[in-house]
């Protein structure tokens, strides 16, 4: 089994930054990409970021390009999203995603590794 486990979620104001962190355990192999999705109340699941540890190539949401790093150790299973200049619509439940297989790692339907979620609320 393959666990993973974020933190570093939290209450921060607008314009403010924050980290997550998501380190995988268990039986764990070299995955192909990892990435972030967030889900908000009565929302579907989205996508946020995603890293392929083959090619180092990374993709965004176009509403976090140039806000959010994705960032992480392939050797360690662990990737991390650092989050600046926050906005409420930030506020969501972020979850960490893993996947052996190759595909455009955009879409929560490829991800096979999921975390439990963190929390993260922008105030206004």
């Known amino acids: 089994q393959v666990q993973l486990v974020e933190s570093g979620g939290g209450l921060v104001q607008a314009g403010g930054s924050l980290r997550l962190s998501c380190a995988a355990s268990g039986r764990t192999f070299s995955f192909y990409a990892m990435a972030w999705f967030r889900q908000a109340p009565g929302k579907e699941r989205e996508f946020v970021a995603t890293?392929?540890?083959?090619?180092?190539?990374?993709y965004y949401l176009d509403s976090v390009k140039g806000r959010f790093t994705i960032s992480g150790d392939s050797a360690k299973n662990t990737v991390y999203l650092q989050m600046n200049s926050l906005k409420p619509e930030d506020t969501a439940v972020y979850y960490c995603?893993?996947?052996?297989?190759?595909?455009?790692?955009?879409?929560?339907?490829?991800?096979?590794?999921w975390g439990q979620g963190t929390q993260v609320t922008v105030s206004s």
């Open positions: 995603a893993a996947t052996g297989r190759v595909g455009t790692w955009r879409n929560k339907d490829e991800y096979e590794y």
């Open positions: 890293i392929n540890w083959r090619e180092l190539t990374t």
